[in-house]
């Protein structure tokens, strides 16, 4: 009930005969095993012999890949199969073909009652036997005997759905195994969840890489149960995350191609999920698929959903925000990570001394100039500066004479007071100086500090300055100016 109405909750699904094609072996053995399970849940559950089973009749899920068992019109109660209802299906079987119509019917040109309860699924086993020899006839399969009778011309012979279900096609299937240990992890006991996470490296390394990339690392991403679980980060997370050989994972699952491919688009839909333990984990191995990661991806899709992260109250999600941004910040600058950039810091090393030198190992003079900055950064980051002259108005001009020596021929000085910088920000926004917090303390001793006579409100911090237009220190700034 939705609102005081009935309602019917289906989900996306699209014909068998759509992709069957395109299916693995042990994509369609997994299909198969979802029928007979479907089939043995109508005949022992329902008491109904679903009479229309075909390959039109099977659809798969988009959102896990399951198949699903429709087209339920020509289904019959036990019990409940009158004459008209009969040779309805009859007839639908001479449309279909012969081969679908029971050996105990074709013999009378009419569709028998089912009149025992024991005989509920013959007429279902034995069209579920021509589906295993139809979508299986090109694979290397091997079909048992029990397969084989579900065509058998004896009903005493043709094996139940039931039975089927623990055939040595089924229960020898790794693809199969993982797909339903997924789907039944929530209801699983707690050593039991153990042991399946710390088997399902080894499970997966027996699964073909495309089907680990295409469907099963997609499933076990979307699957929160198993991700979040205590144990996932040391046994399986590594093996979805590093597609390259490494030290925590010598060998990986599928390669970088198989990874772009597949793996990549559903990260970039786990980014827009609202989730701190998701986000944590994309950031924590975001070093390890950065660079596959087409950089206007990047910019467009990755870049503004990261920078959320820095609004979020939780600290240690803030903590991976700053860590991430680092990483992208080598990819295209700082000025298009966190918007306009001011020169704050002088480079004041030695000329023989590279700069570089003493940052990472990325040159940002070789960052793509392609990117443009963002104007309005996320959170609208914002610093203003008045840089308050001491009051040198009060300075008279028989004491500024006296200070004839302290002179600069290429560049006027200007006194300033560090005490007196005031930084204004917009009220309610956040401020981009991100350590403001943390006020600077200078320590010097006499030897540094330039004596202006009669200076009104001296300060420790009014030093003598440098020529500003030396880069770098040479023989001669290193000699003190006679007073």
Excluded at 111 to 130: C, F, N, Q, V
Excluded at 196 to 225: E, G
Aim: aromatic share 8%; glycine share 2%.
């Amino acid at each position: 009930m939705y609102q005081g109405k009935k309602c019917i909750v289906i989900e996306p699904v699209e014909p068998l005969s759509k992709h069957i094609n395109n299916l693995m072996k042990d994509e369609i053995i997994t299909g198969l095993h979802n029928i007979c399970s479907a089939l043995k849940f109508l005949h022992e559950t329902c008491m109904l012999s679903h009479n229309y089973l075909t390959i039109d009749s099977i659809f798969v899920s988009l959102a896990n890949y399951s198949w699903k068992l429709g087209c339920l019109q020509l289904s019959t109660f036990f019990g409940d199969e009158s004459s008209d209802k009969l040779l309805k299906l009859y007839n639908c079987y001479k449309l279909l073909s012969n081969d679908y119509i029971p050996s105990e019917d074709a013999e009378t040109d009419s569709i028998k009652p089912i009149t025992k309860t024991i005989e509920i699924h013959r007429r279902d086993s034995y069209a579920l036997g021509l589906l295993f020899s139809q979508l299986l006839e090109n694979s290397s399969a091997v079909l048992s005997t029990k397969i084989q009778n579900l065509t058998n011309k004896s009903i005493h012979i043709r094996p139940r759905v039931a039975e089927i279900l623990e055939d040595e096609l089924f229960t020898t299937c790794d693809y199969l195994k993982v797909v339903n240990g997924l789907a039944d992890f929530a209801s699983l006991k707690e050593s039991e969840k153990e042991t399946f996470l710390r088997l399902l490296v080894d499970c997966l390394k027996r699964v073909p890489s495309q089907l680990i990339a295409s469907k099963l690392i997609p499933l076990i991403l979307t699957n929160r149960f198993v991700i979040f679980h205590p144990l996932a980060h040391e046994c399986i997370l590594p093996y979805l995350f590093i597609s390259s050989p490494n030290q925590t994972v010598p060998e990986p699952l599928i390669n970088p191609e198989l990874f772009e491919s597949y793996v990549l688009p559903v990260i970039y839909k786990l980014f827009c999920v609202r989730n701190i333990q998701m986000r944590l984990i994309l950031l924590d191995y975001l070093h390890h698929y950065i660079d596959y990661i087409p950089l206007e991806s990047l910019q467009t899709l990755l870049l503004p959903q990261i920078l959320l992260g820095k609004k979020d109250e939780n600290d240690s999600l803030v903590s991976a925000t700053f860590q991430a941004l680092s990483l992208l910040v080598s990819k295209f600058g700082a000025q298009t990570i966190l918007g306009p950039r001011k020169k704050i810091f002088q480079n004041i090393t030695p000329k023989h001394v590279n700069l570089i030198s003493y940052e990472t190992n990325t040159k940002i003079s070789e960052i793509s100039s392609n990117f443009d900055s963002r104007s309005e950064p996320d959170g609208e980051e914002f610093i203003e500066t008045h840089l308050t002259k001491s009051d040198s108005n009060s300075v008279s001009e028989s004491e500024s004479k006296n200070n004839n020596h302290v002179q600069n021929d290429n560049k006027k000085l200007d006194f300033v007071d560090i005490k007196s910088i005031d930084i204004i920000t917009r009220e309610g926004q956040e401020v981009d100086l991100l350590f403001s917090a943390m006020e600077p303390k200078f320590k010097f001793n006499q030897d540094h500090l330039v004596v202006i006579n009669k200076v009104t409100k001296a300060s420790k911090f009014d030093i003598q300055a440098m020529d500003e237009t030396e880069n770098g220190w040479n023989e001669e700034s290193w000699a003190t100016d006679e007073l």
